[in-house]
C-alpha cells in the first residue's frame, strides 16, 4: 500500500513539530525518516499511525483519504521505540493479541491463531521461547516479539520508531541486517525513523532527510550520500569540513584555492560555504601543482581501520579533519608537528544564504 | 509523557467529565456548605464564637499537642527510616509492614486502647503514675494518641528518599575526609530535610483535625484537655450550628493552609529527586 | 500524601557505614519506640479482649446490637468502596492517561477530604441534610431521614475514603505510561478491549491496595460517622460507635472484644497491602527494566 502525506502541520503548545510536510512513499519500500531529535520524525510516524492527529493537511492510504480514521481501522503495524510488549502476557498471547481482538465475525480460530503465531515465532527465530514473559527476554528478543506482533495482524503499513535505538552496537547490526532480509521476504510498505545515518543508509531503500519540522532532502541512500541538496544534510550524514569564501560565476575561492563550482554558475561574487568530506581530503608530502593546502599535522588518532589526522591550515588557525586508510597512513609515516599538503578531492560550494 | 489533548486513547471527557461530576457532588459542594453557613453569620458573631476563652483554650491544647507529637515523630520517624533502610535485623519486613498499623487501625480502637494502656490500671499507667506522670486524662495523653496516628506519615516520606540516596554520595563524603557525623549532619541530613519537613507538617496535620483515638484518653475537661474538633461536637449536641460551623470553618482554612504548605514542601523535595 | 513503597530497593554491601555499637543502639531504640507506640497497644486489644474468656468474648460478638452493627458497617462498607472504586478507576484513566490544564490543581482537590478533620466532614452533612440545612426541611416533609440515619453515615464514609483508591492509580499508571495501551490500539484492541486486556492486568494491584485501605477505612471511620449517626443502638451504630458505646458504658471486656474484629482486620489489611505493595514493585519493575 502506497502512503501519501500532503500539508502536514503539527504544533505542540508553542512548538511547531511539522511544517507543512508533504511525502509519497511508494508501496512496497522501505523508507528511512532521518533526522536530529525534535526534527519531527517521530511526530510524522505517529500522524501515519493515527496515533497523533494532524493540524492540517491529509494522509492518504493508497490514494484513499485516511486522515480521519481511528488508530484501530487503519490496519498499521506499529514497532515502539521501547516495544511496549504487554508485560503481563507471553511473548504467544503478546503476538496473538491482535488477532484475539478481531471481531467476533473475523476473528480466526484458536487453531489457526496458533499456527500463524507459531509461523511468526519461527520468522523471528525465538520458537521455543513462546511460553517466556517479557521481562525474560533480551532487548533484541524484545524487539523481534514486538515486530511479530505487529505483522501478525497482517497490517497494510509497517511503522517502526526508532526501532534499534535502545540495543547495543552488536545487537543493533545484526537486527537491521535481518529486518533488511525480512522486508526482501515480505514487501510491505514500511517506514523507520532513526538518528542514526549509517542505519538509514545501510537499511533503507529511500531515504528522507528531515529537520525542524521540513524535509531538507529525500531520494536513495547513494543520491542523499553523494549529492546532498543542503548544507544541513551534508553535515548531518558523516563528517564533513567547511571552508568559508565567496563564489562567482561558477568559480569559489577558498582558503587560498579556485575551485570549480558549476551548480553556481549565477553567484555574482557571494559568500559562500564549501564543505568536503573528511575522506575527501588528501594527504600529500609535497604540494606539487595547484589545489592543496599548506597545513600542519596537529594530532593523529587510528580508529580501527582508519587514521583520523587533524590539521591546521597554515596562516590561520582553523583546524579541518581527514580520514586516511590505514595503509596511506603508514605509507606516508605522518609525524605530528610537520608540514604536510591537504587536497580536497570533491568540495560542494553553498551560497551563504542558504546557510543554517 | 503527555503529547497534548490529542491522545488517541479513549474516554478522555467522559472520564473527566464523570471526575469533575463526582468530585463536586462529594466534597466540593458538601464543602462550600460550611463557607454558606458561616457567610450567614456576621462578622462578630463569627469572631465572637471562635475566640471565645474554652475556644482558645481548645486551640492551645490541639495545636500545642500536635506540635509536640510531629517533634517527636520527626525525630523517631527518621529514626525508624533509617534503620528499616540502612541495617539489617531479625524480623524487619515484620516490622516495616507494622509501621502502617496506625493507618490501618480505626481511631475509635486506638483511642480505647491506648486510654486503658496509660490508665491508672494499665501496663504502663501502673508503673508512671506513681512517680507522679500522668498520661491518661490530660494533655501529655492527647499527644501520646497524637503520636500513635501520626509516626507512619514521617517513616513512610523520609524511608523512600532514604533508599533512593546514592552511597556513592556518602563514598565520596567520606573520601573527602568527612567523619560518619559530618557526612550525615552535612550531606544526608541536608537532602532529607525536605521529605523530613513534608513528613512534620503531615503528621501535624493529620493529629490537628484528630478526633477518635484522642476523646477516649484526653479526659476532655473544658480549658483543659479539651480539642477543637470534640468542641465542635460538644456545639452540634448543644444545637449551636452556628459556633460549630464558625469553628469547623477555623480548623479547615487551617487544613487548607496546611494542605498548601505540604504541596510547596513536596514540590520542594522534587527539587533534588533526579 | 505518602509514599507507598513503590520504590523500595535493599541497599547491598555498604561499605561505608556506622560503627556496630551504634548500629545496635539506633535499632534498639527505634524498635523499643516501635514496641511502646505499636506492639503494646496491639496486644492490649487481644489481652484485655479475652481478659474475661472465650465465652464472654463469644458473648460480646453475638450480642444483638452488636450484630447489627456488624451488619451496618458492612452495608456501609459495600456501597462506598465500589463508588470510590469506579470514581478511582475513571479519574486515574483521566490524569495519568491524559495530560491537560489544571491537571495538579484537580489532583489536589482530589486529596481536600485526607486534610479535612473527620469531625468536619460529618459536619458538612449535617449542613446540607440536617433540619437546619438547606435540604432538611424540605427532606422532613417527604419524610425522608438522611442525617441520623444510615444514608448519613454512608454519605460521610463516601467522603472520608474519596481519596484513597485514585490516588493509588494514579502514580501507578502514571509509571506505565501509554505505549502498551498505544500498541493495542494499533493491533485493532477497541477501547474496552485495551482496558480489560492491557490496563486492568496492569493495575490490578495496585486496585487490590487501594481497595483494602478504602475498606479499612470504610470499616473504621468514627469522627465523621459519630456526627452524623445519632447514636441509635441497634440501627445506627456503626462497629466502631458500638465500641465507643460499650466503652462508655464500662463494659470493657466486651468493648474490647468488638474493637478486636476491627483490629483483626486491620491486620488482615497489612497483609494484604504488603503483598500488594511487593507485587505492584514488581509490575514497576518491569516496566522500567523494559526501558
Known sequence: MSIEIEGISKSFGTFAALKNVSLKVPSGELVALLGPSGSGKTSLLRIIAGLESPDSGRILFDGEEATKRQVQERQVGFVFQHYALFRHMTVFDNIAFGLTVKPKKSRPGKAEIRDKVHNLLKLIQLENLADRYPAQLSGGQRQRVALARALAVEPQVLLLDEPFGALDAKVRLELRRWLRRLHDEIHVTSVFVTHDQEEALEVADRIVVMNEGRIEQEGTPSEVYDRPATPFVYDFLGSVNLFHGRVHEGTAQMAGLDLSSPENASAQHAPAVGYVRSHDIAIERDGNGSGAIKAEVRYLLSVGPLVRVDLVLSGSDRTIEAELPRDEADRLQLQVGEQVYARPRKMRVFVEDYQI | ?274 | MVGNGLHKKERKGATVTEPAWVRWLLISVALAFLALFLVLPLAAVFTQALEKGWEAYLAALTEPDTISAIRLTLITAAVCVPLNLFFGIVAAWAIAKFSFPGKSFLITLIDLPFSVSPVVSGLIYVLIFGLQGWLGPRLQEHDIKIIFAVPGIILATIFVTFPFIARELIPLMEAQGREEEEAALTLGASGLQTFLRVTFPNIKWGILYGVILCNARAMGEFGAVSVVSGHVRGSTNTIPLQVEILYNEYSYAAAFAVASLLALLALVTLAVKTVSEWKMQQTITAAETER
Open chain 2, 1 to 274: 509523557m503527555g503529547r497534548g489533548k490529542n491522545n488517541v486513547l479513549p474516554g478522555f471527557t467522559p472520564a473527566l467529565g464523570y471526575t469533575i461530576f463526582y468530585l463536586s457532588l462529594i466534597v466540593l459542594i458538601p464543602l462550600s456548605a460550611l463557607f454558606f453557613k458561616t457567610a450567614t453569620l456576621t462578622w462578630g458573631d463569627f469572631v465572637a464564637a471562635v475566640t471565645a476563652p474554652r475556644v482558645l483554650a481548645s486551640y492551645r491544647v490541639t495545636f500545642g499537642a500536635s506540635l509536640a507529637a510531629a517533634v517527636i515523630n520527626g525525630f523517631f520517624g527518621v529514626l525508624v527510616a533509617w534503620v528499616l533502610v540502612r541495617y539489617r535485623f531479625p524480623g524487619k519486613k515484620l516490622i516495616d509492614a507494622l509501621v502502617d498499623l496506625p493507618f490501618a487501625l480505626p481511631t475509635a480502637v486506638a483511642g480505647i486502647t491506648l486510654a486503658s494502656i496509660y490508665s491508672q490500671n494499665g501496663w504502663l499507667g501502673r508503673y508512671l503514675e506513681p512517680r507522679g506522670i500522668k498520661v491518661a486524662f490530660t494533655p501529655l495523653g492527647i499527644a501520646v494518641a497524637m503520636v500513635f496516628i501520626g509516626l507512619p506519615f514521617v517513616v513512610r516520606t523520609v524511608q523512600p528518599v532514604l533508599e533512593e540516596l546514592d552511597q556513592e554520595i556518602e563514598e565520596a563524603a567520606s573520601c573527602l575526609g568527612a567523619n560518619r557525623w559530618q557526612t550525615f549532619r552535612r550531606v544526608l541530613l541536608p537532602t532529607m530535610l525536605p521529605a523530613i519537613l513534608t513528613g512534620f507538617a503531615l503528621s501535624f496535620a493529620r493529629a490537628v483535625g484528630e478526633y477518635g483515638s484522642i476523646i477516649f484518653i484526653a479526659g476532655n475537661m473544658p480549658m483543659v484537655s479539651e480539642i477543637t474538633p470534640l468542641l465542635i461536637i460538644t456545639k452540634l449536641e448543644q444545637y449551636d450550628y452556628a459556633g460549630a460551623t464558625a469553628i469547623a470553618t477555623v480548623m479547615l482554612v487551617v487544613s487548607f493552609f496546611m494542605l498548601l504548605c505540604i504541596n510547596l514542601l513536596q514540590k520542594w523535595s522534587r527539587c533534588f529527586a533526579e
